[in-house]
């Protein structure tokens, strides 16, 4: 399979080969992997069972934890947790900036404003992480804010069902730097549907991008809706640090919209 890395370079995204199986053993749950701009650096989330805080004799809980991962000499080593959250929340769905120093994740910590927020935290250098900050409520609802997704260098996706829109999950867009979060843009009737909507995906090699639903026919089934976009729009926007996603989305003279769903494998 291929993950994709945020380029350092262009803010593009860039595919590496990781073998999943090495890299993320004997787990109940898959969830998307994301590298570094160089490729040796991989954060994931999987999920395992504990004991919850009260109930001695209380069953196991399912919960999500975050995992970082080095490559060294082409192999895959020091995996370990990354402690973002308390022990008993969970944290998943992480994505890291171009420049490898803030990671974005979502989780139902205490202090959420609803079930699962945005959250934010900043990677040191000797790869430990700072405390996590909520992304506050021009992002973040009183129910589900998840898959939260870096294009560029400060435009992050995210799916809500806490906002109104289409229906289920939509995708948002909003602009989050150093020190400002801007207000939260429904990407609109063109990528959402009343299904659920997750996420937006660009091709490596621009033209070519996905949403990724549970719409159709198959309800229930994650697909991935493609759309085209036209070479010289994915040249003049794709290969800036920063744009202004909706500047391709929303217009309608840029973007062609397929029918087509095509099933995750």
Not at 121 to 128: C, I, L
Request: net charge negative; with cysteine.
């Amino acid at each position: 399979s291929e993950y994709f890395a945020n380029n350092s370079t262009s803010g593009k995204r860039k595919a590496y080969p990781v073998n999943l199986e090495k890299l993320n053993p004997e787990n109940v749950y898959e969830s998307p992997i994301v590298l570094t701009a160089d490729g040796n650096t991989a954060y994931f989330s999987k999920s395992i069972y504990q004991k919850p805080l009260t109930g001695i004799f209380s069953k196991k809980e399912l919960v999500h934890k975050i995992y970082q991962a080095k490559k060294e000499n082409g192999e895959w080593k020091n995996i370990r947790e990354i402690a973002v959250c308390p022990k008993y929340s969970s944290a998943l769905h992480p994505t890291v900036s171009y420049d490898g120093k803030r990671l974005f994740f979502a989780s139902d910590m205490p202090g959420s404003y609803g079930d699962f927020d945005i959250y934010v935290a900043t990677v040191h250098n000797d790869g430990s992480l700072g405390i996590a900050k909520n992304l506050g409520e021009k992002v973040n609802t009183k129910k589900n804010d998840l898959y939260p997704n870096l294009v560029g260098a400060k435009t992050l996706l995210f799916a809500s069902e806490g906002r109104e829109g289409e229906g289920g999950l939509d995708v948002f867009m909003v602009d989050v730097d150093q020190k400002h979060v801007g207000y939260a843009i429904n990407l609109g009737s063109s990528i959402n549907s009343k299904e659920d909507d997750f996420t937006v995906r660009f091709k490596t090699d621009g033209g070519m991008g996905y949403v990724v639903s549970n719409r159709g026919k198959s309800k229930g089934d994650v697909h991935q809706v493609a759309f085209s976009i036209d070479n010289n729009v994915a040249t003049e926007y794709l290969d800036k640090k920063e744009f202004d996603i909706s500047e391709i989305l929303n217009n309608e003279l840029k973007v062609d919209y397929t029918t087509s769903l095509y099933e995750d494998e």
